[in-house]
């Protein structure tokens, strides 16, 4: 009995799943973008399996192609797309979702709908925004660092996350859980072409040093509920950050005198603490943090203790103001990004079910406490770097 079950088991391995399907039967899609078009969605998926199966492929010769469909809905467009590829789309590995300007601003609800219910896709892909430039024009842009258009733009949002302060991550999963819970709203990472479409999509764009046209991460787009509202500022989403504790590495330029400092962060961090207080709403934002100095322009003495003191002022005065601008964004387009009352929500919720109908169009209204306390650690060289050389 038990060789007979042992022997069903192999017969069950070795035949394979029931639905097995070979991949070059399948357009692998890399990248998606969602535009309108005559009040239509314009879908575009970018192929990574494009290039025909031949030995003789000539250098530079593009391994991608971007295919669109229009329909009303975006499944409609997807089923257009597939009258003009020759193979059935492969939705499980894609990087990237673009969402134009247009359609983010009349609201993305439809197309969260879809990528929900939708089996075939998986929904941890990188979620952006395309300022002023067509959604599906952003996935021909040829890069000479990586294979295609897409993985370029999802490479970036990641290094740039973790160096810069104005970058986050925003898959779809996490932009679903925000959108669907009270008191937070999303903050999603722009795009947009630098130069020409028709030059970064030809194959001209990768046999140069320095390419006419490419792909640039932009500050951030504010939302209310699912639809676009605002653009943000570098210094606004530099703050959002800050506040939002989305903080792994910033670098801050401060005026000093005559001249200026760059500092770099070593480590930052934010504490938002809700409080109630004669049935008004109070936030106590903490911002604290560690730097270095790594450029120095102007006659400026780092051997003093004073000079350093009021370099460190400086930059906590910087840090707060640029919260203060990001606060201020939020109140005027009455858009909570912070989920400020999702911790209303969490920490007084008989009160924040009191307020939260009208919740963000009292944002103005809460008592915000900023404080920030930033400390220069700068005991590697407490001399310009000249001064150095010069004192050898």
Same mark, same amino acid.
């Given at each position: 009995?038990?060789?007979?079950?042992?022997?069903?088991?192999?017969?069950?391995?070795?035949?394979?799943?029931?639905?097995?399907?070979?991949?070059?039967?399948?357009?692998?899609?890399?990248?998606?973008?969602? $535009?309108?078009?005559?009040?239509?969605?314009?879908?575009? @998926?970018?192929?990574?399996?494009?290039?025909?199966?031949?030995? $003789?492929?000539?250098?530079?010769?593009?391994?991608?192609?971007?295919?669109?469909?229009?329909?009303?809905?975006?499944?409609?467009?997807?089923?257009?797309?597939?009258?003009?590829?020759?193979?059935?789309?492969?939705?499980?590995?894609?990087?990237?979702?673009?969402?134009?300007?247009?359609?983010?601003?009349?609201?993305?609800?439809?197309?969260? $709908?879809?990528?929900?219910?939708?089996?075939?896709?998986?929904?941890?892909?990188?979620?952006?925004?395309?300022?002023? $430039?067509?959604?599906?024009?952003?996935?021909?842009?040829?890069?000479?660092?990586?294979?295609?258009?897409?993985?370029?733009?999802?490479?970036?949002?990641?290094?740039?996350?973790?160096?810069?302060?104005?970058?986050?991550?925003?898959?779809?999963?996490?932009?679903?859980?925000?959108?669907?819970?009270?008191?937070?709203?999303?903050?999603?990472?722009?795009?947009?072409?630098?130069?020409?479409?028709?030059?970064?999509?030809?194959?001209?764009?990768?046999?140069?040093?320095?390419?006419?046209?490419?792909?640039?991460?932009?500050?951030?787009?504010?939302?209310?509920?699912?639809?676009?509202?605002?653009?943000?500022?570098?210094?606004?989403?530099?703050?959002?950050?800050?506040?939002?504790?989305?903080?792994?590495?910033?670098?801050?330029?401060?005026?000093?005198?005559?001249?200026?400092?760059?500092?770099?962060?070593?480590?930052?961090?934010?504490?938002?603490?809700?409080?109630?207080?004669?049935?008004?709403?109070?936030?106590?934002?903490?911002?604290?943090?560690?730097?270095?100095?790594?450029? @120095?322009?102007?006659?400026?003495?780092?051997?003093?203790?004073?000079?350093?003191?009021?370099?460190?002022?400086?930059?906590?005065?910087?840090?707060?103001?640029?919260?203060?601008?990001?606060?201020?964004?939020?109140?005027?387009?009455?858009?909570?990004?912070?989920?400020?009352?999702?911790?209303?929500?969490?920490?007084?919720?008989?009160?924040?079910?009191?307020?939260?109908?009208?919740?963000?169009?009292?944002?103005?209204?809460?008592?915000?406490?900023?404080?920030?306390?930033?400390?220069?650690?700068?005991?590697?060289?407490?001399?310009?770097?000249?001064?150095?050389?010069?004192?050898?």
């Amino acid at each position: 009995m038990k060789k007979v079950i042992i022997s069903l088991l192999i017969m069950f391995c070795v035949t394979g799943c029931w639905n097995y399907r070979e991949l070059n039967e399948y357009s692998i899609v890399t990248g998606i973008a969602v $535009d309108k078009k005559d009040n239509e969605y314009e879908v575009s @998926v970018l192929i990574s399996n494009a290039p025909k199966s031949s030995s $003789d492929n000539t250098s530079g010769e593009s391994q991608i192609v971007v295919y669109s469909g229009k329909g009303n809905s975006v499944f409609e467009a997807l089923k257009d797309i597939g009258l003009i590829s020759p193979k059935e789309l492969y939705l499980n590995s894609f990087s990237i979702f673009v969402i134009s300007e247009d359609v983010a601003r009349d609201g993305i609800d439809s197309i969260i $709908d879809f990528f929900l219910r939708y089996s075939s896709s998986r929904n941890k892909f990188s979620v952006i925004v395309s300022k002023g $430039d067509k959604a599906k024009d952003t996935l021909k842009i040829l890069t000479h660092l990586t294979n295609f258009p897409s993985q370029g733009i999802s490479d970036n949002i990641k290094a740039t996350s973790n160096l810069q302060g104005t970058i986050t991550t925003m898959n779809f999963d996490e932009l679903t859980s925000i959108i669907l819970r009270d008191g937070i709203n999303p903050v999603i990472n722009s795009v947009y072409i630098v130069g020409d479409v028709k030059d970064g999509s030809s194959t001209k764009n990768l046999e140069t040093s320095s390419p006419k046209s490419y792909v640039k991460i932009g500050n951030f787009a504010i939302f209310k509920g699912d639809k676009l509202v605002d653009w943000a500022t570098h210094d606004e989403s530099l703050g959002i950050n800050m506040i939002n504790g989305k903080i792994s590495e910033m670098y801050l330029n401060v005026d000093y005198n005559d001249g200026y400092i760059v500092i770099d962060t070593t480590s930052f961090s934010s504490t938002v603490k809700t409080s109630v207080k004669d049935n008004k709403p109070i936030v106590d934002i903490d911002l604290n943090g560690e730097a270095r100095i790594i450029e @120095v322009n102007g006659d400026i003495n780092l051997q003093d203790s004073k000079v350093i003191e009021k370099l460190q002022d400086k930059c906590n005065k910087l840090i707060k103001s640029n919260a203060k601008k990001a606060i201020n964004l939020a109140i005027k387009n009455k858009t909570d990004i912070f989920g400020f009352g999702l911790n209303f929500y969490e920490n007084h919720p008989k009160f924040f079910e009191k307020v939260k109908d009208e919740w963000e169009n009292n944002l103005g209204e809460i008592k915000i406490n900023i404080k920030s306390k930033l400390v220069l650690k700068n005991k590697v060289s407490s001399k310009n770097s000249l001064e150095v050389i010069h004192d050898k």
